[in-house]
């Protein structure tokens, strides 16, 4: 099965190059001027220039269809009309201003989101704002144990919270814990991953929440702060819990005194489909959201949204965050929350997901590499594996498909613990024939790499 590689240049891209220094040149001040991390996804990296949409540009003018969305964070495509008109007028009459001046944006669009915020708890209806998921994680504990009086934590196994010295603490995943001495005071519970679990996926999901409730009772004084968890693993491979596990898990936490902070930094904002948020597909209440990515389209931001009860908990406290809740940062989730409404983007993840899903799936049928297919809407996860058989991981093919791909013109991350899961999570804005491409283009380079 052969795909056509896209030359179409992007519109500003007419010249050779564009002007542009080619991605030698670029890599090479990188190397010589910036940290060395992180390390380039590619074995020749690609440089970006221009984006347009689900469609990304190289200096060349190769057209990408982007499966990534810059890890999950553009939502409503790449230099959207009405993103970018909402952003420029902003910038013309205010570009900063901090918290200690009022300035009817933050406000206006706090109320925004904790109006949809109520669709996953109703008592919803106090924000702040920060600069990213690590903040607003760093947040949502400090209003944890401010409401609580406790300082005990329980997060899931390959999870992944951020990166700051608390939010690694709570991130189960080796290769991301390296910040050591942490906070004490945290304890991991196993993750419902059904794929690796020897039974059925209702005998998963029960086993994980006799997990957590063994871990309440033997790892923590059994006086809990809050317990924390993706409703869909990003950076730990697109594990998706089973249908019971956060109602019965919140039920737990919340007899054990604790707050449920639901993490949705990449799962909201529609991704999932047919929902603002994530948790919204399970039915459970969480005491505490926290978004950032998708919720400003790249722009940097970060939100926590909370209950009056809970935010009351931190009044007279000394707090403050320069700039969190900024005009520009308001005007960019503004505009998003706009065009996810106007343009059904979180219907769209629905059907268009469910499109890709089932192309996938029907590819795990005829390629035995292809070991599990999960996710919900357009945060879609692929786990390869050596052989169907044995499950044992293949994180050097998993890169040399994501590799592969990049080559046909297509896009695409990969992530969990042992580097074996695609992650396929586009702009929301994509199209059927983009979901038929993903996976056309993912055929054709497991084809290509059969003795690999």
Not at 175 to 203: C, I, K, L
Not at 433 to 448: G, M, P, Q, W
Request: proline share 6%; glycine share 10%; with cysteine.
């Amino acid at each position: 099965m052969k795909t056509k590689t896209p030359t179409k240049p992007a519109p500003a891209a007419t010249k050779k190059n564009g002007g542009w220094p080619t991605p030698e040149q670029t890599a090479a001040v990188r190397a010589k001027h910036l940290l060395p991390l992180p390390v380039p996804m590619f074995s020749k990296p690609v440089q970006i220039v221009e984006g347009r949409l689900q469609f990304l540009y190289d200096e060349s003018g190769k057209q990408y269809l982007d499966g990534f969305a810059g890890v999950a964070t553009v939502s409503i495509g790449h230099s959207h009309p009405h993103f970018v008109e909402k952003l420029k007028a902003q910038i013309d009459k205010l570009q900063h201003n901090p918290p200690l001046y009022l300035h009817p944006s933050v406000g206006a669009f706090a109320k925004r989101l904790a109006d949809k915020a109520k669709g996953a708890n109703p008592d919803m209806d106090v924000c702040f704002f920060v600069n990213s998921g690590s903040e607003a994680n760093e947040m949502a504990a400090l209003l944890a144990k401010a409401y609580t009086g406790r300082h005990e934590f329980v997060a899931v196994q390959r999870s992944y919270h951020g990166r700051t010295v608390l939010t690694v603490a709570l991130t189960g995943q080796h290769n991301w814990r390296n910040q050591a001495p942490y906070p004490a005071g945290v304890s991991f519970a196993p993750t419902d991953y059904a794929y690796r679990y020897e039974g059925t996926a209702e005998q998963s999901t029960k086993a994980a929440l006799r997990g957590l409730e063994q871990t309440l009772k033997t790892s923590t004084s059994g006086k809990l702060a809050a317990f924390y968890a993706e409703t869909i693993m990003g950076v730990g491979g697109t594990i998706t819990p089973g249908k019971a596990y956060f109602p019965e898990a919140v039920d737990l936490v919340h007899k054990h005194g604790g707050l449920f902070v639901c993490d949705e930094v990449q799962a909201g904002v529609g991704r999932t489909g047919k929902h603002y948020f994530g948790i919204q597909h399970w039915g459970a209440k969480p005491d505490i959201i926290v978004m950032a990515k998708g919720l400003a389209n790249g722009y940097p931001i970060g939100a926590v949204i909370t209950t009056p009860a809970i935010a009351a908990a931190v009044k007279g406290m000394l707090h403050y965050n320069t700039f969190g809740g900024g005009p520009m940062a308001m005007a960019a989730a503004d505009a998003v929350m706009d065009v996810v409404e106007k343009e059904n983007l979180a219907d769209n993840a629905q059907n268009v997901g469910a499109r890709l899903w089932a192309a996938l799936k029907d590819l795990q049928k005829r390629d035995e590499r292809v070991g599990d297919v999960r996710g919900m809407g357009l945060m879609l996860g692929v786990e390869l594996v050596k052989n169907a058989k044995t499950k044992e991981p293949a994180p050097e093919l998993t890169a040399a498909v994501v590799d592969r791909m990049k080559d046909l013109g297509v896009l695409i991350g990969k992530g969990g613990l042992e580097g074996n899961t695609l992650r396929i999570k586009p702009p929301l804005c994509i199209t059927a024939a983009d979901a038929d491409k993903i996976a056309r283009v993912l055929e054709e380079a497991l084809d290509s790499l059969k003795n690999a």
